[in-house]
């Protein structure tokens, strides 16, 4: 019996020990992937929130910077028509599922990693409380991306039109590019997976059984690059905007490719 008391105090100083920040068994170098998420993020961030205030440079012929599409221009609006409709992309990705584990352990470390030590000791409540409760509204969130992605398709489908006539620009490609990965990360989404079938226990006792599950198995492919998808979409919708910028300031010309 005293033996068994004697483990249970050396298992409870152990995970004392084990709660202090950096505290871990792990022998692998587990802060080396924050770095990245740091870097990137704040970077876009930084990039994202000074093109949203310059309110310039924002459209050159057919193409139009997916920052300020829809573009909205309101007389008695005095600043920059882009703060009127990033909250829908910005909360669509601040909420989602893939970002909250990045961004909680890079910038909040909480946790650093799995089975590292945490800043500071605390009663874990998830989502529930103010301010991370918001984090629920991911799928009205994800209904409002998807208005987004229609709007944003005919941006591109734009860009390939030139005075009334058919062209291809090297911006055509890229809004085209963006689009894409844009609509890869959208559609696998896991709010997007669990609406289209895994809250459904039996695919043949609901109406449209056998479309609902090959949607799910689309979803569910997708759903499993859902990383990959969120980091290339967010570099490529960087990347539109900067080109875009580069061509309507002047600083470099667009290559027509016909």
């Known amino acids: 019996m005293a033996s068994f008391a004697c483990i249970l105090m050396a298992e409870s100083r152990i995970a004392v020990a084990r709660s202090r920040f950096g505290q871990t068994s792990r022998r692998d170098a587990w802060w080396i992937e924050l ?8 970077a876009f961030s930084v990039y994202a929130t000074w093109r949203a205030f310059e309110n310039e ?24 028509p882009a703060l009127l409709i990033l909250w829908a992309p910005l909360g669509f990705r601040a909420t989602c599922y893939y970002y909250r584990k990045a961004y909680y352990r890079a910038f909040f470390l909480d946790p650093p990693a799995c089975a590292v030590g945490e800043t500071r000791s605390h009663k874990y409540r998830g989502e529930t409380a103010f301010p991370f409760i918001l984090q629920n509204l991911h799928r009205y969130f994800l209904y409002v991306a998807l208005i987004f992605l229609i709007i944003l398709w005919y941006d591109a489908i734009r860009a390939f039109w030139f005075n009334g006539r058919f062209g291809v620009g090297l911006g055509s490609l890229v809004l085209l590019a963006n689009i894409i990965l844009l609509s890869l990360y959208t559609f696998s989404c ?10 459904v226990d039996c695919f043949s006792c609901v109406s449209f059984g056998r479309a609902r599950h090959s949607a799910w198995q689309g979803t ?16 490529s919708v960087g990347l539109s905007d900067l080109y875009i910028r580069l061509v309507a300031s002047g600083a470099i010309q667009d290559l027509r490719l016909l």
């Open 35 to 42: 770095v990245p998420v740091v870097v990137v993020l704040g």
């Open 220 to 235: 569910s492919f997708l759903n499993e690059h859902h990383m990959l998808f969120a980091w290339t979409s967010l570099f």
């Open 57 to 80: 440079f924002y459209e050159w012929g057919p193409y139009l910077s997916p920052f300020y599409s829809p573009l909205i221009k309101i007389t008695w609006w005095p600043v920059s």
């Open 190 to 199: 896991h709010s997007l997976r669990h609406i289209v079938g895994g809250k």
